[in-house]
């Protein structure tokens, strides 16, 4: 082992040249070019496994691109089981998409569940209390769902206004810049928490650092009226909206498997490679015999 290491690390002979002055420039153009050469292997290497680890955020077709989305959960007892599966949807669109999300439950009071930046993947565990099980009794389908671990804590009044004010307050505490809000809900609020919904949607429609989008949950008419009084109707995701999310997400399966520059890093790394194997490789002397032949 001693030998084979000794072997390595001696220092072999050199070739006696009475004209080293003439080639010392070709010597110091090719030490730069391997130095640079050197340089672009460590940074292509670098940009491939930082492209490999992060593929990037495949976004939503309903939600603006690249911002972080608080999602304000209504689970007031006015949001019947027939609405679970559309919030399952909106939840698994976000999930599929890992697009950065925060999440706000509400029904009298509101809490914060998820800090902004959060990856939306982390709302997946969240499905299963939205997704109906095998067992439960069928003259109760409120029997079909689990149940969530904040239930209890709600009473049966609602207070939209103290979701959507909680949801915004936190994108500023976090900095975070061109925020959303995506209010899930059926819209219907107490009596005296009208004029303060109001208040706050009129805050949020003047705040030019936070977008407000909206997934009414089969809401009656006199509410969704309410609410189109004070956000324009363009803002209200319709359920085709989200149908037509998942599909945009299904065609980009295959993009999200084989990221593109991911292979075009890694097709300039090999060609790197190369380059230093045949601009700065050893230069080869025949052996006196087969320079006689």
Known sequence: MRDALRRLTARREAIALSDARVVRRALLRTTIVRLVLACMLVALAAAAVWRASNPGDRGVSFLPARATTVVVLDQSKSVYVSAYLRIAEVLHRLADANVPVGLVVFSDS???????????????????????????????????????????????????????????????????????????????TAGEDQPR??????????????????????????????????????????????????????????????????????????????????LCGRVMLRRPREAGA
């Open 110 to 188: 509101a809490y914060e569940l998820l800090p902004p930046g959060t990856r939306g993947s982390e709302l997946r565990p969240l499905l299963r209390f939205f997704t109906p099980g095998h067992g439960g009794s069928p003259a109760n389908p409120q029997t079909r769902f689990p149940t969530n671990p904040w239930q209890n804590a709600f009473s049966g009044g609602t207070k939209i206004s103290a979701g959507l004010s909680l949801a915004q307050s936190i994108l500023h505490r976090d900095h975070v810049r061109g925020g959303t809000i995506l209010l899930l809900s059926d819209l219907g």
């Open 197 to 278: 919904v109001a208040e706050t949607l009129l805050r949020i429609g003047h705040d030019h650092g936070v977008a407000l989008r909206i997934v009414p949950l089969f809401p009656i008419e006199s509410d969704r009226v309410f609410f189109e009084r004070f956000v324009p109707r363009r803002d209200f995701v319709r359920p085709s909206q989200i149908v037509a999310a998942r599909a945009s997400l299904a065609q980009r399966g295959l993009a999200s498997v084989s990221p593109w520059p991911f292979v075009i890093v890694a097709g300039l790394l090999l060609a790197a490679l190369a380059a230093n194997e045949l």
